[in-house]
């Protein structure tokens, strides 16, 4: 560390001598980053988390390259009148079609969905279904026959009432029934009581075009408008939006929070820095000489913006810079990382504040401007160094995750983090000197005696108690880590919006499909042969895992709708057999609604064009360019939402392997999601554990002694050990945006440990008590800056931002109060025991 200090203490000199060149070269270099910074947007993708050269994101990739990823934009008619639905309807599509993108020239929409052509497939539903549902219907039809012919003997008498039987008759007719169902819909896509019908829409543009979708939601709410639904129905209610328009609100949502926590953050920690700095710079100038004081109260109110500008000048240069790099590095920001300018903003300030602080000591000592610099730089150059390399280094550790949550986080704090060490040590002298030569800051000597507690106790009070009661609750922690709980519903962490709830609860129930056919993960062949693999590996896997499987269904097209010949001749027969049972002596006769269908759904005797099937049936089956698609799907038959859900789902059909060897990986928005959390899971304890380890050799590396080394991380220890007490006993989790901060916190809370314990070091035995006046005030101020850094997420709508501040807040705000109480309480008992050694 002291070669470092030595090797860059020309730089000091430098900025002594010409203040006004540096300024001008650094804010010349910060604008040219923040014109390059401005331009990041934020991709609140989670696929974007992984790295591209995963399985899963490299399957979700290859199946929207094929099929599409498109979002459609959806419109909500509701009103107690069908008729009146209907009519507003068929009024806005055509003007919904006429709609132009003004920045382009081109239609918002390329093409719609309203009514669906349901006639072709009354004749053909049964030409559409799997070989297991026919071998199921079959045996329907037979058990029917059966039935019918014991019911026609008058002789018969059921002594044996299966009701098993029965049941499975009813499943097997029900199975039926929903299929029918699910291939003919309703003509109009409406709710069970019809008061609500939903268009849908295709975009022209990109869901990661914001420009586009501002535009399309801002003139399609004007055209709403314009028709005035009121006119149609009285009670008539139209929403346009839909997935889409939630897409859109959800990253507004994220800039409104990151513009809200940057304007109360930063305001809370620059009102923070200058009130703390008023007064000290007002109390050491009272205890000055006399005779020089010659300016009153209101000359120091006047001033009192000053600290802001020197220290917040600096690193808002800093910041610029480190953003201006990661457009040229990451190009985007993440949702983890697109709240990051206010974090560093409160991280970086520390630094600023423990050099000011004691250059201001130093200058009311008596010391010249550059002699009061030199001695700080030597003084506080180290300790501040140490936090910082550390700090930084154990967020670099993050780098190497895999998980880009943590790697991109890492980058950008250890960038930001040395650039506000270098703005702080280097470029602030520089608007030091500046400000002096204008008597901008106001200084009294005070004869070059060292202020200090006037009466300071002999030791520190409660030692042993604090000590005690800090070991207790370091036991009571491990002892319960199994209550640390971590968060996996997804819902929990996704914010809510009052516009979207009130669409969904409006369209619920017209949006046409099964409820329990949801969220299914894709699997992309290349051949039909190697689809039929694929269909049977999948199958293994659902009957080998049997009832603790979470496959509800498989489809792929090629099992509804024969692609070749001889599967177009099979299909047919199957169907021929179909007609042999129905037109059965005992069925033949019997009238339902159901057997009705059967007969008409059963009469295809030639192949099924494919061209005549409607486009809701298909567009799940086509790919982008229009061709029949190669790919499998699987349902799952629970909801996604839990991450545990996810893991296990993708754990069971995440990877397949065909009875060949050949090998494929499922692909979808939540397999994705659930390899996330397990890599944050897998790489989260490496993480925490090798950012420890970094701290560990830095600090050794600093105070070349072991001993100091784990006094000075002993704050940062018992701090984390009541962080993790308090959400024990609060019942507060983590979750995968607030697991981030823990190695920050590793990296935050050792600061406080690395000043209090070089500052002691220096001042010798007994002078913790002054070691608290001096130090302890700037690495309280440092602290209470970081937390509002981070406090500024605490008035965010979005709750995986909200956790994040929550749990940094509270981690950082628990190692300072292990700093200032645990370890001067250590100290003292060190020192009663005379254990403590220089």
Same mark, same amino acid.
């Not at 930063?266 to 923070?272: A, D, N, P, Q, R």
């Not at 991380?713 to 979750?735: A, E, K, Q």
């Given at each position: 560390?002291?070669?470092?200090?030595?090797?860059?203490?020309?730089?000091?000199?430098?900025?002594?001598? =010409?203040?006004?060149?540096?300024?001008?070269?650094?804010?010349?270099?910060?604008?040219?980053?923040?014109?390059?910074?401005?331009?990041?947007?934020?991709?609140?993708?989670?696929?974007?988390?992984?790295?591209?050269?995963?399985?899963?994101?490299?399957?979700?990739?290859?199946?929207?390259?094929?099929?599409?990823?498109?979002?459609?934009?959806?419109?909500?008619?509701?009103?107690?009148?069908?008729?009146?639905?209907?009519?507003?309807?068929?009024?806005?599509?055509?003007?919904?079609?006429? +709609?132009?993108?003004?920045?382009?020239?081109?239609?918002?929409?390329?093409?719609?969905?309203?009514?669906?052509?349901?006639?072709?497939?009354?004749?053909?539903?049964?030409?559409?279904?799997?070989?297991?549902?026919?071998?199921?219907?079959?045996?329907?039809?037979?058990?029917?026959? *059966?039935?019918?012919?014991?019911?026609?003997?008058?002789?018969?008498?059921?002594?044996?009432?299966?009701?098993? &039987?029965?049941?499975?008759?009813?499943?097997?007719?029900?199975?039926?029934?929903?299929?029918?169902?699910?291939?003919?819909?309703?003509?109009?896509?409406?709710?069970?009581?019809?008061?609500?019908?939903?268009?849908?829409?295709?975009?022209?543009?990109?869901?990661?075009?914001?420009? $586009?979708?501002?535009?399309?939601?801002?003139?399609?709410?004007?055209?709403?408008?314009?028709?005035?639904?009121?006119?149609?129905?009285?009670?008539?209610?139209?929403?346009?939006?839909?997935?889409?328009?939630?897409?859109?609100? *959800? !990253?507004?949502?994220?800039?409104?929070?990151?513009?809200?926590?940057?304007?109360?953050? !930063?305001?809370?920690?620059?009102?923070?820095?200058?009130?703390?700095?008023?007064?000290?710079?007002?109390?050491?100038?009272?205890?000055?000489?006399?005779?020089?004081?010659?300016?009153?109260?209101?000359?120091?109110?006047?001033?009192?913006?000053?600290?802001?500008?020197?220290?917040?000048?600096?690193?808002?240069?800093?910041?610029?810079?480190?953003?201006?790099?990661?457009?040229?590095?990451?190009?985007?920001?993440?949702?983890? @990382?697109?709240?990051?300018?206010?974090?560093?903003?409160?991280?970086?300030?520390?630094?600023?504040?423990?050099?000011?602080?004691?250059?201001?000591?130093?200058?009311?000592?008596?010391?010249?401007?550059?002699?009061?610099?030199?001695?700080?730089?030597?003084?506080?150059?180290?300790?501040?160094?140490?936090?910082?390399?550390?700090?930084?280094?154990?967020?670099?550790?993050?780098?190497?995750?895999?998980?880009?949550?943590?790697?991109?986080?890492?980058?950008?704090?250890?960038?930001?983090?040395?650039?506000?060490?270098?703005?702080?040590?280097?470029?602030?002298?520089?608007?030091?000197? +500046? $400000?002096?030569?204008?008597?901008?800051?106001?200084? %009294?000597?005070?004869?070059?005696?060292?202020?200090?507690?006037?009466?300071?106790?002999?030791?520190?009070?409660?030692?042993?108690?604090?000590?005690?009661?800090?070991?207790?609750?370091?036991?009571?922690?491990?002892?319960?880590?199994?209550?640390?709980?971590?968060?996996?519903?997804?819902?929990?962490?996704?914010?809510? $919006?009052?516009?979207?709830?009130?669409?969904?609860?409006?369209?619920?129930?017209?949006?046409?499909?099964?409820?329990?056919?949801?969220?299914?993960?894709?699997?992309?062949?290349?051949?039909?042969?190697?689809?039929?693999?694929?269909?049977?590996?999948?199958?293994?896997?659902?009957?080998? %895992?049997?009832?603790?499987?979470? !496959?509800?269904?498989?489809?792929?097209? /090629?099992?509804?709708?024969?692609?070749? *010949? #001889?599967?177009?001749?099979?299909?047919?027969?199957?169907?021929?057999?179909?007609?042999?049972?129905?037109?059965?002596?005992?069925?033949?006769?019997?009238?339902?609604?159901?057997?009705?269908?059967?007969?008409?759904?059963? /009469?295809? @005797? *030639?192949?099924? &064009?494919?061209?005549?099937?409607?486009?809701?049936?298909?567009?799940?089956?086509?790919?982008?360019?229009?061709?029949?698609?190669?790919?499998?799907?699987?349902?799952?038959?629970?909801?996604?939402?839990?991450?545990?859900?996810?893991?296990?789902?993708?754990?069971?059909?995440?990877?397949?392997?065909?009875?060949?060897?050949?090998?494929?990986?499922?692909?979808?928005?939540?397999?994705?999601?659930?390899?996330?959390?397990?890599?944050?899971?897998?790489?989260?304890?490496?993480?925490?554990?090798?950012?420890?380890?970094?701290?560990?050799?830095?600090?050794?590396?600093?105070?070349?002694?072991?001993?100091?080394?784990?006094?000075?991380?002993?704050?940062?220890?018992?701090?984390?050990?009541?962080?993790?007490?308090?959400? !024990?006993?609060?019942?507060?989790?983590?979750?995968?945006?607030?697991?981030?901060? +823990?190695?920050?916190?590793?990296?935050?809370?050792?600061?406080?440990?690395?000043?209090?314990?070089?500052?002691?070091?220096?001042?010798?035995?007994?002078?913790?008590?002054?070691?608290?006046?001096?130090?302890?005030? =700037?690495?309280?101020?440092?602290?209470?800056?970081?937390?509002?850094?981070?406090?500024?997420?605490?008035? @965010?709508? =979005?709750?995986?931002?909200?956790?994040?501040?929550?749990?940094?807040?509270?981690?950082?705000?628990? #190692?300072?109060?292990?700093?200032?109480?645990?370890?001067?309480?250590?100290? /003292?008992?060190?020192?009663?025991?005379?254990?403590?050694?220089?």
């Amino acid at each position: 560390m002291d070669f470092i200090l030595k090797f860059l203490k020309p730089v000091l000199r430098f900025n002594y001598r =010409h203040p006004k060149s540096t300024i001008f070269v650094a804010l010349l270099v910060a604008t040219v980053s923040a014109f390059f910074a401005v331009r990041m947007a934020i991709d609140t993708d989670i696929a974007s988390l992984l790295p591209p050269s995963h399985p899963s994101v490299q399957a979700l990739n290859q199946l929207q390259e094929r099929v599409g990823g498109e979002t459609e934009m959806q419109v909500v008619i509701s009103s107690p009148s069908f008729e009146a639905n209907r009519a507003f309807a068929e009024a806005i599509i055509p003007r919904s079609m006429e +709609l132009i993108y003004g920045r382009t020239g081109q239609p918002y929409f390329s093409r719609y969905e309203f009514t669906k052509e349901t006639e072709v497939l009354k004749d053909y539903a049964l030409y559409l279904a799997t070989d297991r549902e026919l071998d199921e219907l079959e045996l329907f039809l037979e058990d029917e026959i *059966e039935d019918a012919k014991l019911q026609a003997n008058p002789f018969f008498v059921d002594f044996e009432d299966d009701w098993d &039987d029965d049941e499975e008759d009813e499943a097997r007719g029900q199975a039926f029934q929903n299929l029918y169902n699910e291939l003919i819909p309703d003509t109009y896509p409406i709710n069970a009581d019809s008061t609500s019908m939903l268009l849908r829409f295709t975009p022209t543009g990109s869901r990661s075009d914001l420009a $586009f979708l501002r535009s399309l939601f801002r003139d399609y709410d004007n055209l709403i408008e314009e028709m005035n639904p009121a006119s149609f129905h009285e009670e008539m209610v139209v929403m346009g939006g839909g997935r889409l328009k939630r897409h859109l609100m *959800e !990253i507004d949502s994220i800039m409104d929070d990151v513009l809200n926590s940057f304007s109360t953050g !930063i305001g809370s920690v620059l009102l923070l820095v200058m009130l703390y700095f008023f007064w000290k710079t007002y109390i050491n100038y009272k205890r000055g000489s006399a005779e020089q004081k010659k300016k009153g109260f209101f000359s120091h109110v006047k001033r009192a913006p000053i600290p802001v500008f020197l220290i917040g000048i600096p690193l808002v240069i800093s910041l610029s810079i480190t953003f201006g790099i990661t457009y040229f590095v990451l190009g985007t920001l993440n949702t983890m @990382t697109s709240v990051l300018f206010v974090i560093l903003f409160g991280l970086g300030i520390d630094y600023g504040i423990h050099f000011y602080a004691r250059y201001l000591e130093k200058r009311s000592s008596g010391l010249p401007v550059y002699e009061s610099l030199d001695e700080t730089y030597d003084s506080s150059g180290r300790a501040i160094m140490t936090s910082a390399i550390t700090t930084a280094i154990a967020l670099f550790v993050l780098i190497y995750a895999d998980f880009r949550g943590f790697s991109e986080f890492g980058f950008i704090s250890g960038v930001g983090i040395i650039l506000a060490y270098l703005s702080m040590m280097y470029l602030l002298p520089a608007f030091v000197v +500046l $400000f002096e030569r204008f008597s901008w800051i106001l200084i %009294n000597k005070n004869n070059g005696e060292p202020v200090l507690v006037k009466k300071a106790p002999k030791r520190y009070p409660f030692a042993r108690t604090i000590v005690a009661a800090g070991a207790v609750i370091i036991i009571f922690v491990l002892f319960n880590t199994d209550k640390l709980e971590f968060e996996y519903d997804f819902g929990v962490l996704e914010p809510e $919006f009052a516009e979207f709830e009130q669409f969904r609860d409006l369209s619920r129930g017209a949006e046409g499909s099964s409820s329990e056919r949801r969220n299914p993960a894709y699997v992309v062949a290349d051949s039909y042969e190697e689809v039929d693999r694929i269909l049977d590996a999948i199958r293994n896997i659902q009957e080998r %895992n049997a009832e603790n499987s979470l !496959i509800l269904d498989v489809e792929a097209l /090629q099992e509804r709708f024969p692609v070749n *010949e #001889t599967a177009e001749q099979h299909k047919l027969e199957r169907l021929e057999r179909i007609r042999e049972l129905l037109n059965d002596p005992f069925l033949a006769e019997q009238e339902s609604e159901d057997l009705d269908r059967l007969r008409r759904a059963s /009469q295809a @005797t *030639e192949p099924l &064009d494919f061209e005549r099937l409607p486009d809701y049936l298909t567009q799940r089956f086509v790919t982008r360019d229009g061709e029949i698609g190669q790919f499998v799907m699987i349902y799952p038959n629970v909801g996604l939402g839990d991450g545990r859900n996810s893991i296990a789902f993708k754990n069971e059909i995440g990877r397949i392997e065909t009875e060949k060897g050949e090998v494929f990986y499922s692909a979808s928005t939540s397999i994705v999601a659930a390899t996330m959390l397990d890599l944050m899971h897998q790489e989260s304890f490496i993480m925490v554990t090798a950012t420890f380890i970094m701290i560990l050799i830095m600090m050794y590396i600093s105070f070349r002694s072991f001993r100091w080394t784990i006094i000075s991380m002993l704050p940062l220890v018992v701090g984390l050990s009541w962080l993790f007490f308090i959400m !024990i006993i609060f019942n507060l989790s983590f979750n995968f945006y607030n697991l981030v901060t +823990l190695p920050a916190i590793l990296g935050i809370g050792n600061d406080n440990g690395v000043h209090l314990a070089s500052r002691y070091r220096e001042e010798g035995a007994k002078s913790m008590w002054n070691v608290l006046s001096s130090t302890g005030q =700037h690495i309280s101020i440092g602290s209470f800056t970081t937390m509002l850094g981070f406090a500024g997420l605490l008035f @965010t709508l =979005h709750p995986g931002l909200y956790s994040i501040g929550l749990l940094a807040v509270i981690g950082i705000g628990m #190692t300072l109060l292990a700093a200032v109480t645990f370890l001067p309480a250590l100290v /003292q008992v060190l020192e009663d025991r005379n254990w403590i050694r220089f």
